[in-house]
């Protein structure tokens, strides 16, 4: 793309509205990268379109001129969704940000996909109902970006990702075309799953300008305890025990020694040296019951190899558990200046290995790992630090990468549980997923966005 | 389609062995129809592969040779899907029936799709785990057969439909290329979500030859009781305020007197004559929560119109409860010779308004309707009832289910939750789906099915 013209600048600021429509370099440089941290070239212009309506003639637009256009949410993405690698019109949801019902009787939110995810969270609180999906980024991600990506988060252990509560979407095409897919009830199967298909599909089928997301009633009451382990295979172990053995938990996290290190300073209590990995574990449900669960868990953690239970004492100390816990993936720049952050995921039963593995290749190439995540579904944040500025290490730190994703497939498990593929992960996509199904995939893009103006150079090669 | 030739026939037979390429007449005539009473062609043939590289052969040359193939589990649909509509090739997956995997570690399932649903239920039961979605036609229908229709079934209120259940599958393309999707972990978002474009799609995009299943820890409990109701509407309201207001149950069954009529001898309890409608509700989890539960649910019901509450004295009672809810649509035969069965679903808070309309339908056009469903998720199987050899009859219930997918519609609800379109729905899609949207999924079709062999004349026109 060799920039936008002057006049289709100006057609498409005749959408929108000038101010809607800006070019300024601060800007341009602002939604060059996301939190990834890869940036690709400026872009040549950012749109915040109002509504579903200017969505469409944006993307008619483009289609017509041919230029590219990415969607972005609040640019919390992990693998460079949002990057605008060949320039083009970056559209921001951010004025699509409204919760335009919650139905309190059918258990359904239909909301604009601008919406911040905490603030679901908190309207749907209001009515004493519940979304479970809670990504690391809820205070700033948006639902709309939840959706591109199929985002997880903790409580997918017990509650299931954001896939699992999209019941239907208001789209639109390349072309320009409005869809509505899916349903506003519980169930629905007329005609092929739409809804999926654009779920996870990282903004490059469609644009998703409206959600209807189900709802479930609030739990009653949440405990929540963090687990201290004396070696990192045995908190490994007592996961997959667990899981197997005890009750369901709506959380179980897991954090490494060189994770805790970086946010120790912000829990409530003191860690050990002996410590090398703490689990987080939540249990939720009605009253009573969750009261029986946390007791049996306790004693079943103390059995099976915990150092030390400690139990929240209450919501203060829980939201700065929490916090030290959302805020490890920045926290990690204390190791260096570099990461690479992959969210690997095996089946339960072979966190030991994966650990283990990720460690041991850490030390082959000397460089420091630090792992943590969603323990309790398989899902493992796995970050290799090194010094960009060092193109030795940084070398090193691409074939580590490489050497944890094909130890990961060996296990049975996936590259990415739930930041989906972006840019950062294009090149191992292969390693996962045939020849066959790739074509199939780039036909799907091709059927939708026959221009190929959405989200170009993502996903696949 | 004009028949196999005879070299055709060989070189299917070639691929399976003789004994597994059949043409006699009452093989043909028992595979040219379904549960939905529909009859097509008769067959040319039917094959019964026996593993995942028959299937591929037999599709390469049906693509290449030009003949239709039909995949068929047990032929239990409700919708005509496995209806040789233009006759062709009858795929009967009854052969490939292993239970692959039971991983206990990981609470997962590999199956092959001729695994009969109960078999699967009894195979994870025995490892302490839980198969939730059980369709009405369990003891007989099939996995595969589920996945192509997305089944549900009375738990997919508490625990979702088969969508949910399934992480990954193998399936053969109409070229015979062979692909696996999605993953064997709880998460992953690599790529498009292929394994959900192929649940629901009918057998009209691919065949399935494996499917790994999410399995989950088995309740340690399940309290089973029918409240019965001197009016419809009481029930139906009763229905939507147990889901807002009282525990989540994980069966609730609405059964209107029409229903109970045809199936009252088979149950261990007397049903009143003031009875109008009656309510069976299961709900399950840890023993001391489900005793809780169980109290608080049948307070709820007394105080909320409920005539009575039955508990269940036991396994053997509950066991004659379900018997006698499944065995409801092949039992309303009593009313009349002919019926047209519908699996609509509307927002729970609209069923009291649903199951009038559909009363007050059947009455406008001298029918008897009967009507019963998986009530708590608002899928509602709406029966009208008629005498096919009366022409008239005929007319009016195709009106009377034109008005019902109408209303359906109007009150946001959709014309199949769990049945599917096949051929009977084919003409009410439209209703219910754009054309932009139905465009995509032809489009869809025609990428993984060029030569259109596979089921053809299901969905759309």
Redesign the interface.
């Known amino acids: 793309m060799a920039g936008l013209s002057e006049n289709t600048q100006k057609k498409i600021a005749k959408i929108t509205g000038k101010k809607y429509t800006v070019s300024d370099r601060e800007e341009l440089v602002c939604h060059s990268y996301d939190a990834a941290g890869k940036a690709g070239h400026l872009p040549d212009a950012i749109v915040f379109p109002a509504n579903t309506d200017q969505v469409s003639r944006v993307l008619a637009l483009a289609s017509a001129d041919g230029f590219s256009v990415i969607p972005r949410g609040s640019g919390s993405g992990m693998t460079g969704g949002a990057v605008p690698v060949n320039g083009g019109v970056v559209m921001v949801t951010s004025r699509m940000n409204r919760i335009l019902e919650i139905?309190?009787?059918?258990?359904?939110a239909r909301v604009e996909p601008g919406v911040v995810v905490k603030d679901l969270h908190d309207a749907a609180a209001e009515e004493g109902l519940f979304y479970p999906p809670d990504p690391a980024s809820s205070p700033v991600c948006t639902i709309g970006g939840n959706v591109a990506?199929?985002a997880?988060g903790p409580r997918?252990?017990k509650y299931?990702?954001t896939?699992?509560y999209v019941l239907g979407l208001e789209a639109v095409?390349a072309t320009g075309?409005?869809?509505?897919?899916g349903?506003?009830?519980?169930?629905?199967?007329?005609?092929?799953?739409?809804t999926?298909?654009l779920?996870?599909?990282e903004g490059t089928?469609a644009v998703v300008t409206q959600i209807t997301l189900k709802l479930?009633?609030a739990p009653q009451k949440v405990k929540t305890m963090a687990a201290v382990f004396d070696s990192m295979e045995s908190a490994a172990r007592t996961v997959?025990a667990v899981?197997?053995d005890a009750?369901?938990p709506r959380c179980m996290e897991y954090i490494d020694r060189a994770s805790l290190d970086c946010v120790k300073e912000s829990m409530s209590f003191e860690i050990p040296d002996s410590v090398q990995a703490m689990l987080i574990i939540e249990v939720d449900?009605?009253a009573?019951?969750v009261e029986?669960?946390y007791h049996d868990l306790v004693d079943f953690l103390r059995q099976n190899g915990a150092a030390d239970v400690l139990v929240s004492s209450g919501a203060e100390e829980t939201e700065r558990l929490w916090q030290a816990r959302k805020s490890l993936s920045p926290a990690l720049f204390r190791i260096a200046p570099n990461k690479i952050n992959e969210d690997i995921?095996?089946?339960?039963?072979r966190i030991p290995d994966m650990v283990t593995a990720i460690k041991e290749i850490g030390v082959k190439y000397g460089l420091y790992t630090a792992t943590f995540g969603?323990a309790g579904?398989?899902?493992i944040h796995c970050n290799i630090m090194y010094d960009g500025r060092d193109p030795v290490q940084a070398e090193r730190s691409r074939k580590a990468i490489g050497e944890v994703f094909d130890y990961t497939l060996k296990l049975?498990?996936?590259?990415?549980?739930?930041?989906?593929?972006g840019l950062t992960?294009m090149k191992y996509?292969p390693g996962?997923?045939?020849e066959?199904?790739?074509r199939?995939?780039k036909?799907?893009?091709q059927?939708?966005d026959p221009s190929g103006i959405l989200n170009p150079g993502k996903?696949?090669y």
Chains 1, 2 share one sequence.
């Open positions: 139905d309190k009787e059918n258990f359904v990506e199929c997880g997918a252990v299931g990702v896939r699992d095409l075309e409005v869809i509505r897919t349903v506003k009830t519980a169930k629905g199967v007329a005609g092929y799953d739409l999926r298909l779920v996870g599909s089928l479930i009633a997959s899981m197997r009750v369901l449900g009605a009573d019951c029986k669960d995921v095996v089946p339960v039963s969603h579904d398989g899902n049975g498990g996936s590259i990415t549980g739930e930041h989906g593929v992960k996509l996962e997923i045939n066959t199904e790739i199939l995939m036909q799907i893009k059927l939708f996903i696949f």
